[in-house]
């Protein structure tokens, strides 16, 4: 299961976070997918966090008791 990297950015990039973490090349591959999922779960989990707050809002706004109308909004979509 190996990789071959031919781009030469990169390989320099690998190559300076192994230097930096004092790990070799493959744990730096290991420890930069592993950082940018965990960076992308978080932002996920944030964005989902701020949609539940709004809809927790959404939700404790009182009912008016009004019916849609549904004409007005087939014309809107052109129904």
Request: net charge negative.
């Amino acid at each position: 299961m190996a990789f071959h990297i031919r781009d030469p950015e990169t390989d320099a990039l690998v190559r300076e976070l192994a230097e930096k973490a004092h790990v070799g090349i493959t744990e730096a591959v290991k420890l930069a997918a592993a950082e940018a999922l965990a960076t992308r779960e978080k932002a996920r989990a944030e964005k989902l966090a701020a949609l539940k707050a709004i809809r927790d809002e959404v939700a404790s706004w009182p009912r008016t008791g009004l019916k849609a109308d549904k004409a007005f909004f087939d014309e809107l979509s052109g129904d």
